[in-house]
């Protein structure tokens, strides 16, 4: 199944050991070369892509813009189908899965898709049903499940044996059902009748027993179960605390339905993280560069209208102090230090704050002593900063009172920040909103807005 | 080795199985409120801290204020003090490794340092290295490995057998160690004399083969190897795309040295993406939520004292235009939406090239496509936003002059903010810097000295 991927024998040098294996920059810019020029030489990428892993292949489409992937598409190997477009991202799956339809027969693509592990097929089904034009046998037992939680994201190929089986009949039983059973086995699970999991045992551990031992005499009924209904990054979660390899995903009644192995977790925790990062700046666009253009536009433009509203709500403080400004027109010049140093400032809280949320390290019973310890650093450095901005504003404007008021401004709107910075994820977390998300906005608003009211106002107060 | 976390016979309801086991907020405040009362009621956390995984300690002490932690440590039972401060992360376990100096007999954290894996043995060790008034017997062969490379992150527990050796041969050999060797193993790897590499063969594929073949013949020459100064971020992205569980690690002339599993690689990832966002924060103080204050908030000023001098280069941009303010009051009060918006949008640009190059699905050659691409969604929003923000100017200052002029400027600002939110991260990591991590200052510098100089500059042709 696997291709080749480096050989031992051809390593003389470990130094000289390609890293990104596959796809090197070469031969990167060899398939561009290839496809730029059209139909004409189009069939010098099959050898290429022949000696390429699936998962090299399906980075070699995400590197593409979308008009030249479907030329590549049509020359994939049939075998390597299926593999390369589970490698894809999500967003990438489905415009691929378009194409596909149009290059190559159903009956070919359902073999394809058939010789994929549960978890992939089910995800390639899953994103088949929104094509409308495209009719395919549903698995219904494992698209029942959520994409988004444990059975979603479990195989249901596994081994489970009867707890009054020995060792060496288990090992007998592998041996003689290899083609039947799955590739990789890390876990034996141990059964009663009506499939209800009584225990386990990992596979490295069992080899290691006398073969006349019992599986209910060795087995461990300590190890972590989930049901099917967890959402996968709380299973995530557990696989990184415990550093578990895999685990069994039960249904009522306790029933094995299947397993989670850590291969998946990865998979999980990378999406989180990127999603993550994308939300956090208002892209909804998922994570294919070449998305058409209009849909990117689209999507990105809520997220910048709601940045309207906010930095309309800050102009808006600034236009009840134009009489302050009309007489003072340092003061304009001036404005847009305090307010960005203290969106800076904030945003070191509240991206420990979002952190220590993520990892519960912060919880709503410390989050005083956080906050705490926040306002001290942020009133120190706040201090200094103000030190050296009202020496250079005396400096320049040789105006003392000037100094004062940027020097005041600048501790307060630091406090201001440290506060929201901490207050912010953590009621958007009691909210059971995800601060990661949203935090960054109300920070700047709230950041821009005491900004520009306390340096403005202070000015109004002592210098008119 | 590993205490209970769930008993599978004590989950009657699949759905109330308890997330975030051990430690669970009513645990948590428990401990708070023992370690509240003082040394009087103490003792009454023993019981808790017994039965608790050391993961679940780790995340207990990782949740307390400073001052709390020391009371705490002297009670964790000694046979699970070294898991749980292998479970801390880097910062954490510093400070704690401190504590435990004063609180544990050198002998005593001698033995729970020697129960760990040596991966996690070596990073213990190499933290009491920076430890002076502590002296320890050193492993040399784990320390010379940089923490930062597959030798740092490798196991040297791993099961290496001669390719003569037959799978029953190989199996009772395990059966008989058991004691001496790893707790886990998922490959056995097959060498020549003098340790050099010849190939390896999964234990699930392994168990599946008659008896009496031999190892040579069944093992795999094409997995993946690592050399051991590979960086361990490359390690991780070789085991994401290739799906793999674990892999050799080799050094000169092809020797066996270690073995990286697919567990080590889930924290360095963890790690990594954390580190990532803290980074762009300019967060260098670790994950420590509850460090010392100073400590804080001297890794902290530099980031910010960046970010002034860059508030400053914004402000001096609007010092040259302070006739024009003088004149019209006006531009002081909408000059900072244009400039916002430019970073908002500027930002989601950036957030898709960083992401982009950090799965390596951007690279030099199609960089000129997605730079294409931003700037068409750059320009469509920035002229949907630029049509609100007249016809709103207009209607607020009776102005039409000035409507355009603050419509032109927007569209402008998004052009330049596409631009720079391509153009930049991608030459910083073409310079071998990381994008993640300076990108996003000079994305905002170029933003706001785009937005303020072009509705300044526009409005100083137009309007004056």
């Given amino acids: 199944m696997a291709k080749t991927v480096v050989k031992y024998e051809d390593i003389e040098d470990v130094n000289q050991f390609p890293i990104g294996q596959g796809l090197t920059n070469d031969i990167y810019a060899k398939c561009l070369s290839i496809l730029a020029e059209g139909d004409e030489k189009i069939d010098e990428i099959d050898p290429i892509l022949e000696a390429l892993h699936p998962a090299d292949i399906a980075d070699l489409i995400e590197r593409l813009p979308l008009n030249k992937r479907e030329n590549l598409l049509k020359h994939i190997p049939a075998e390597y189908l ?16 378009t194409s596909v339809i149009n290059t190559v027969t159903p009956e070919g693509f359902i073999q394809a898709v058939d010789s994929l592990e549960s978890d992939d097929r089910a995800n ?29 994201i479990m195989q249901t190929e596994l081994v489970a044996v009867s707890g009054e089986w020995e060792v060496g009949e288990v090992l007998e039983y ?15 699970f141990v059964v009663a009748h009506n499939n209800r999991l009584l225990g386990s045992i990992s596979l490295s551990r069992m080899v290691r027993k006398s073969l006349d031992q019992k599986m209910e005499d060795i087995m461990r009924t300590d190890s972590v179960v989930v049901p099917h209904d967890m959402p996968k990054e709380d299973v995530a979660h557990l696989f990184e605390k415990y550093d578990m390899y895999s685990c069994a995903v039960v249904g009522e009644g306790n029933k094995l339905i299947g397993k989670i192995t850590v291969d998946d977790i990865l998979d999980v925790i990378i999406e989180e993280q990127e999603a993550g990062v994308m939300r956090a700046a208002g892209l909804e666009e998922g994570q294919d560069l070449f998305a058409p253009i209009i849909f990117t536009t689209k999507k990105r433009f809520p997220w910048l209208f709601i940045n309207l509203l906010t930095a309309i709500l800050a ?20 404005m847009p230090i305090v307010a960005s140093m203290g969106g800076n400032a904030g945003t070191q809280s509240m991206t420990v704050a979002v952190r220590g949320l993520a990892t519960k390290q912060l919880t709503w019973q410390n989050a005083g002593y956080l906050l705490w310890k926040e306002l001290r650093v942020g009133g120190f450095n706040g201090l200094a900063l103000a030190l050296l901005l009202s020496v250079g504003t005396v400096l320049w404007y040789e105006n003392p009172t000037l100094g004062y008021v940027i020097g005041a401004a600048t501790i307060i709107n630091h406090l201001l920040a440290a ?28 950041t821009d807005v005491g900004g520009f009211f306390s340096f403005l106002g202070l000015a109004a107060l002592f210098l008119m």
Same sequence: chains 1, 2.
């Fill in 82 to 97: 299926g593999e390369t477009i589970a490698h894809l991202h999500e967003e990438a799956q489905e415009a691929t899965l």
């Fill in 124 to 152: 390639l089904l899953r994103a088949f049903e929104e094509l409308e034009d495209i009719k395919l046998k549903r698995e219904e037992s494992l698209l029942t499940y959520d994409r988004d939680t444990a059975g979603g």
């Fill in 174 to 188: 592998m041996r003689e059902n290899k083609e039947k059973l799955p590739e990789t086995i890390s876990r034996i």
């Fill in 315 to 334: 102009s808006v403080v600034i236009g009840n102090f134009e009489a302050e400004i009309d007489q003072l027109v340092a003061l304009a010049v001036l």
């Fill in 419 to 446: 506060f929201a910075g901490i207050v912010i994820p953590v009621l958007l977390e009691k909210m059971g909103k995800d601060p990661a998300v949203s935090a960054g906005v109300l920070l700047t608003t709230v």
